[in-house]
């Protein structure tokens, strides 16, 4: 880039106003809201550049400008010294001094032609120092329009790798919030699970208790009541069965019992 501008200081200033417009319209185009650090990288060294180049070009532009004022000021002075010089022979002609007057005249005519030959030379100065201000100018704006788009860009960036550091940190936090949801709903299922389980076991343990008791009860019912049991029938139904008491009966009738069996 440093080529380019000396490049620019050689041509006129129509031709430096087209080109530093096409790298004007270059700088503006570059876009800092989407700039990568590479890029942003970039255009600070371009910043670099820019920055010694309008330093070149104030020095240029204050050198033009004291040579401006200079050749101004020179010119001026050969203006006023022609302003005295008419103004004696004015007053030599008027006094009747013709030799005077003649030799004023001379020098007067010199004069001229020297303020002639300067003036051109003065407005040569004048040009110079006005391009050169204005091509300070540019380069002094187009650094600052440089250097406020690199610092958009740099904040952007900055910006854009915080926002990621939040969503990673936001990804990892929802992570861990479904991870913990996860392991209380699994925690949930095993205490459903459980309850399931206690409840059936617990229904079986009903059902068995249920169970022994209708056994004990049918046992109950199945079984003769022994106070329920009159001794005096007992003896009556086995009194008209022909049946003896057993204490009553002899050896023989046990033993022929027992045969009849």
């Known amino acids: 880039m440093a080529g380019l501008f000396g490049f620019l200081r050689s041509f006129g200033k129509e031709k430096l106003s087209q080109t530093g417009e096409l790298l004007t319209q270059a700088i503006v185009s570059w876009d800092p809201e989407t700039a990568s650090e590479a890029e942003i990288q970039e255009m600070i060294r371009e910043l670099d550049k820019i920055t010694v180049e309008a330093g070149k070009a104030k020095t240029m532009f204050e050198k033009e400008k004291a040579e401006s004022e200079a050749a101004v000021k020179n010119y001026d002075r050969h203006l006023a010294a022609a302003e005295l010089l008419q103004k004696q022979y004015e007053e030599a002609q008027s006094a009747g001094d013709q030799a005077r007057a003649a030799e004023l005249e001379q ?28 091509y300070y100018e540019e380069i002094k704006q187009l650094a600052e329009l440089t250097a406020q788009k690199v610092k958009t860009a740099r904040a ?77 029938i007992e003896e009556a139904l086995r009194e008209v069965s022909g049946e003896k008491p057993r204490e009553n009966l002899s050896i023989a009738d046990r033993l022929a019992a027992l045969k009849r069996k």
């Open 156 to 232: 952007q960036l900055e910006r854009a790798q915080r926002d990621m550091k939040m969503a990673e940190i936001e990804r990892k936090r929802a992570a861990e919030r479904a991870l913990r949801s996860e392991q209380l709903a699994g925690l949930k299922k095993q205490s459903s699970s459980l309850g399931v389980a206690l409840a059936a076991m617990n229904k079986k343990a009903e059902e068995a208790r249920a169970s022994a008791s209708a056994s004990d009860m049918k046992a109950k019912l199945l079984t003769p009541e022994k106070d329920s049991q009159d001794q005096h």
């Open 107 to 134: 020098s007067l005519n010199k004069l001229l032609q020297r303020l002639e030959e300067l003036q051109p030379e003065v407005e040569r100065e004048k040009t110079e120092a006005e391009e050169a201000r204005a």
